[in-house]
């Protein structure tokens, strides 16, 4: 039986947007592609999801049409050059302003290919169908796009949503342990902004028998349905969407002083940023300490640590200092009262982020 559910499309800034979990991926990408009139129809992989994700629906009859462009995978290619090459193909297969695209891979797809759509022709839809667990619960949803630049990550980009995201948790087969991990820690950090019920589920989850919890399908349309619920709320960011910034002014320093040395998954560097966070959560906003400490072990137990020295502390904090969220001097932070109890624009002095970093290092 078909279960298809549309999440959310009433807001303003939203009404173009549909968030779809499918069960029939088939009917559900026929019905939106047909919901876009186009006069050609493409679709952007890169080398790997055209690998092992295109075969999913290159086979269907609303495909058959379709005419592929590929750029390289991961992060490391999310730049200008990508991007010039997705214009220039589809300038080159002769596609208008009437054209429609529909961008099949991880956040690194969904983000480009995104930008790619909305400056091309200035503007011609899309449909954002996310193939990695961290592209289904964040990157694909929200209309932010855009592309790395001159070393700084998303520096270039527009909000602009996609006509439609399909989730389907099929695609995530092929997907490796660590990716994975990488999504759930968005996951995570949902449930934190949510509810007790949210947050207690997603500690539970077991990874070694998935069967045994709540299917993950449900746990990613619950966690989508906050980011929707919050970027329907505030699209440019001026307010709630801050929320989903928790674990990421530490996370983005981690993440920046890792590619010093060795990378780390976003997700990751999340993970270990909300250790930090919930510790200032508890210190300066009234956190529960039992939660934090519950949460701290799941992080602990599932994504390892990632090991610093006191004598990181001043460029993880100069790297805190440069985080774009930030206005004047202060270093911006948003923290908890309790899960789902949200504090944004609160600071924290350096003596209050390296006694986090302590507790990091302790822990
Ligand atoms: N727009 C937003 O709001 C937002 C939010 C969070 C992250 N992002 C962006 O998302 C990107 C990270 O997303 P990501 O983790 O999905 O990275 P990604 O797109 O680079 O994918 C990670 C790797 O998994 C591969 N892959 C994709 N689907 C697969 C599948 N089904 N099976 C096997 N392998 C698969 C990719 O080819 C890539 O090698 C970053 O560029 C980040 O800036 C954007
Ligand atoms: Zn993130």
């Given at each position: 039986?078909?279960?298809?559910?549309?999440i959310?499309?009433?807001?303003?800034?939203m009404?173009?947007?549909?968030?779809?979990?499918?069960?029939?991926?088939?009917?559900?990408?026929?019905?939106?592609i047909?919901?876009?009139?186009?006069?050609?129809?493409?679709?952007?992989?890169?080398?790997?999801?055209?690998?092992?994700?295109?075969?999913?629906?290159?086979?269907?009859?609303?495909?058959?049409?379709?005419q592929?462009?590929?750029?390289?995978?991961?992060d490391?290619?999310?730049?200008?050059?990508?991007?010039?090459?997705?214009?220039?193909?589809?300038?080159?297969?002769?596609?208008?302003?009437?054209?429609?695209?529909?961008?099949?891979g991880?956040?690194?797809?969904?983000?480009?290919?995104?930008?790619?759509?909305?400056?091309?022709?200035?503007?011609?839809?899309?449909?954002n169908?996310?193939?990695?667990?961290l592209?289904?619960?964040?990157?694909?949803?929200?209309?932010?796009?855009?592309?790395?630049?001159?070393?700084?990550?998303?520096?270039?980009?527009?909000?602009?949503?996609?006509?439609?995201?399909?989730?389907?948790?099929?695609?995530l087969?092929?997907?490796?342990?660590?990716?994975?991990?990488?999504?759930?820690?968005?996951?995570l950090?949902?449930?934190?902004?949510?509810n007790d019920?949210?947050?207690?589920?997603?500690?539970?989850?077991?990874?070694?028998?998935?069967?045994?919890?709540?299917?993950?399908?449900?746990?990613?349309?619950?966690?989508?349905?906050?980011?929707?619920?919050?970027?329907?709320?505030?699209?440019?960011?001026?307010?709630?969407?801050?929320?989903?910034?928790?674990?990421?002014?530490?996370?983005?320093?981690?993440?920046?002083?890792?590619?010093?040395?060795?990378?780390?998954?976003?997700?990751?560097?999340?993970?270990?940023?909300?250790?930090?966070?919930?510790?200032?959560?508890?210190?300066?906003?009234?956190?529960?300490?039992?939660?934090?400490?519950?949460?701290?072990?799941?992080?602990?137990?599932?994504?390892?640590?990632?090991?610093?020295?006191?004598?990181?502390?001043?460029?993880?904090?100069?790297?805190?200092?440069?985080?774009?969220?930030?206005?004047?001097?202060?270093?911006?932070?948003?923290?908890?009262?309790?899960?789902?109890?949200?504090?944004?624009?609160q600071?924290?002095?350096?003596?209050?982020?390296?006694?986090?970093?302590?507790?990091?290092?302790?822990?």
């Amino acid at each position: 039986m078909e279960k298809n559910i549309i999440i959310d499309d009433t807001s303003k800034f939203m009404e173009q947007q549909k968030v779809i979990i499918s069960e029939n991926l088939e009917q559900v990408l026929t019905t939106a592609i047909a919901q876009c009139p186009h006069d050609k129809l493409f679709v952007l992989t890169d080398e790997t999801t055209h690998r092992l994700c295109l075969p999913l629906i290159s086979g269907f009859d609303c495909m058959a049409e379709a005419q592929s462009i590929i750029i390289g995978a991961t992060d490391a290619n999310k730049t200008l050059d990508s991007l010039s090459h997705v214009w220039s193909e589809l300038q080159r297969m002769g596609a208008t302003r009437h054209s429609l695209m529909v961008n099949l891979g991880g956040g690194m797809v969904t983000d480009l290919g995104g930008f790619a759509a909305s400056t091309f022709k200035r503007g011609i839809p899309y449909i954002n169908i996310p193939t990695t667990l961290l592209s289904m619960v964040d990157a694909s949803v929200g209309g932010k796009t855009g592309i790395n630049f001159g070393g700084l990550k998303n520096e270039i980009g527009v909000f602009n949503n996609a006509d439609c995201v399909i989730l389907d948790t099929v695609f995530l087969r092929t997907m490796d342990h660590e990716n994975l991990l990488s999504g759930y820690a968005e996951m995570l950090k949902h449930g934190l902004i949510s509810n007790d019920r949210m947050w207690a589920e997603l500690l539970n989850f077991d990874f070694e028998k998935p069967g045994e919890s709540r299917p993950l399908s449900t746990l990613i349309a619950d966690s989508v349905a906050v980011k929707q619920r919050i970027v329907t709320e505030d699209p440019t960011e001026h307010g709630i969407r801050k929320a989903l910034n928790l674990g990421h002014t530490v996370g983005h320093a981690f993440e920046s002083l890792a590619l010093e040395r060795k990378p780390i998954l976003h997700g990751f560097a999340v993970a270990y940023g909300l250790i930090p966070e919930l510790y200032l959560c508890c210190a300066k906003t009234g956190f529960p300490t039992g939660k934090m400490r519950q949460t701290v072990s799941f992080i602990k137990n599932q994504y390892g640590s990632m090991s610093i020295t006191c004598d990181d502390y001043p460029r993880l904090l100069e790297l805190m200092h440069h985080d774009k969220k930030n206005r004047g001097n202060a270093i911006n932070f948003t923290l908890l009262g309790d899960i789902g109890d949200i504090r944004i624009n609160q600071t924290a002095s350096e003596e209050d982020i390296k006694e986090a970093l302590d507790f990091y290092r302790e822990c």
